[in-house]
């Protein structure tokens, strides 16, 4: 579908595909690819000619429209997104313009401290409303999924709503374990995707594929610790007991990493509440696992009758026997919005450190067109 460029912030369209107040259609645009992960990444790249009808208008603070399709059921909705510019560049005679999501707007602001704890999501995220400075959101953001999820969180540090929703050490995503995403001026709270069928293999989906594995950054034992003041206003440094922390059953040789707990505890933990934090951490993440790199060459458009989407379990197959099958998340994408064709995955574990990334995925799907 051919995006769709309008003036300034745009607050007033159908988002199945007509635009109430556009300037235009970009119909000589020479590519429009948007990208998308669970880590909060949503942009847009479009290519268009320097001398094009509407050079002048692509410019900072206006709104491309484009097509960004959500699988729902056994189809895919069709659903036009809001992308703000902020940065053009010009090589060639070619321009390369870049937007980010109206949701962006919530890295306009700042989070004033907040001396009450939150017990709860929702009441996290009431919270931050509460304390925020600077964001001009009234009216534009709705809550479409809010999951009970009970747990404290503390708003101590001075950061944007956008840190606070997907920050990578202290976040909402982070202490609640849950997914963040937008359409349009909805936002959801969840786990987002499911399971499928979907599978990518060799002869359907799969274009290419290597594997490395690396260990380079690998540990198994933690030095956890906690840094700040006692109630005397003196500086203090907490550490477990035992200071150094390894998974059961122990891993040798031992390689041990400190990691600070600081951000997890208002004020000074005993060392049994910092071990059991550690620990869980520790468990969790897992970090004695080589870190594994999947790349594949990937094509796959609106119209297979394998729907995925963002979020969603997928089966990989490196060969058409059963020797090399995966369980994989797809964590991120890159959707060709003109071509309306999925030109890019990122397949991951849930756990940190493991990545599977698509390579070349453009290229197989041009070829695949041809």
Known sequence: MIPILCEGRLTDYNRTGSVNSGIGRLDQALSCVITEDLAGVYELEIT???????????????????????ANGNVYTRWLEPFEIYKISIDNGIMTVNAHHLSYMFADSVIEPYSNVASSLSQAY???????????????????????????????SIKSFREYLYDDTYSLRKIYNVDIWFREYDIYFGTR???????????????????????????????PYWQGQNDSGFDITVFANPKVVKPTPE?????????????????APTQSALTTTATNYLNTLQPW???????????????????????????????????HREKMRIVSVKYDSIMEKFVEIELGDPREGYAVTSSDGLQATRKNMA
């Open 289 to 323: 696992e080589p870190y594994k790199h999947i790349e594949v060459g990937f094509y796959h458009d609106t119209a297979d009758a394998d729907l995925i989407d963002l979020g969603d379990t997928v089966t990989v197959y490196l060969d058409n026997l059963e020797n």
């Open 251 to 267: 891993i040798t040789p031992t390689i041990a990493r400190a990691i600070d707990f600081s951000s997890y505890f208002e004020t």
């Open 193 to 223: 995707g499911e399971d499928r069928g979907a599978e990518i293999r060799p002869g359907k989906n799969l274009a290419d594929w290597s594997i490395k594995n690396d260990a380079s950054e690998a540990y198994n034992a933690i030095v």
């Open 48 to 70: 268009y000619p320097a001398d094009g009808r509407y050079a002048r208008e692509l410019k900072k603070g206006n709104t491309i429209a484009a097509l960004r399709p959500y």
């Open 126 to 156: 009431q919270f931050l409303g509460w304390r925020t400075l600077g964001l001009d959101a009234d009216g534009y953001w709705s809550i479409e999924l809010m999951p009970t999820v009970q747990g404290e969180f503390r708003i101590e």
